[in-house]
């Protein structure tokens, strides 16, 4: 599994965030359940500070209209332009956690537009996780496709051809008969 470090040596994973409404809810939902004592501790004061309080919940209630059916729909973009922005600081733990889920539903395709801004700020740090993450998987490919095309016994052959380790075989005795 591929981990992205950050080129300049700080670690910007590691740095309070700030997350819309959407953002906020869904990250709810990627909080682990289980995990040692100060883990979950940690896991429960970042529930709290994502978690809406009364005053964006009726903001919220006020930009959700009922359709038929038991649906209804949501004005994200009023509730975001009055509730704005609320910074959360993870820490490390926690970080990794949410890291791994988001890398989770990307190996498995599952990723949804909701997640595109997390999946940039947790796993592409920055532009240049960013382009090396491009650089790699560009990489990765053109080694696997010339991977491919190679017959595993004739290059161990070759391989030890060039260092000498086969000689051509001398007919023996037994074979001149």
Not at 19 to 39: A, D, K, Q, S
Not at 59 to 70: Q, S, Y
């Amino acid at each position: 599994m591929l981990r992205i470090k950050n080129m300049k040596g700080d670690n910007k994973m590691n740095e309070e965030k700030e997350f819309n409404t959407v953002e906020r809810i869904i990250l709810l939902n990627f909080m682990p359940r289980e995990g040692g004592y100060f883990n979950i501790k940690k896991v429960r004061e970042v529930r709290e500070e994502l978690g809406l309080n009364e005053e964006e919940i009726k903001i919220l209630t006020d930009n959700t209209t009922a359709l038929a059916d038991n649906k209804s729909q949501t004005n994200w973009t009023a509730i975001n332009d009055q509730v704005g922005k609320k910074a959360v600081d993870f820490g490390e733990w926690l970080t990794n956690q949410i890291v791994d889920r988001l890398k989770k539903l990307h190996d498995d395709e599952k990723i949804t537009e909701d997640h595109l801004n997390l999946y940039k700020m947790f796993v592409m740090v920055d532009k240049k996780a960013e382009e090396l993450v491009e650089v790699e998987t560009k990489e990765d490919d053109a080694a696997s496709e010339e991977v491919s095309s190679i017959d595993p016994i004739e290059a161990t052959f070759d391989a030890l051809n060039k260092e000498g380790g086969l000689e051509p075989e001398e007919e023996s005795d037994v074979n001149k008969e």
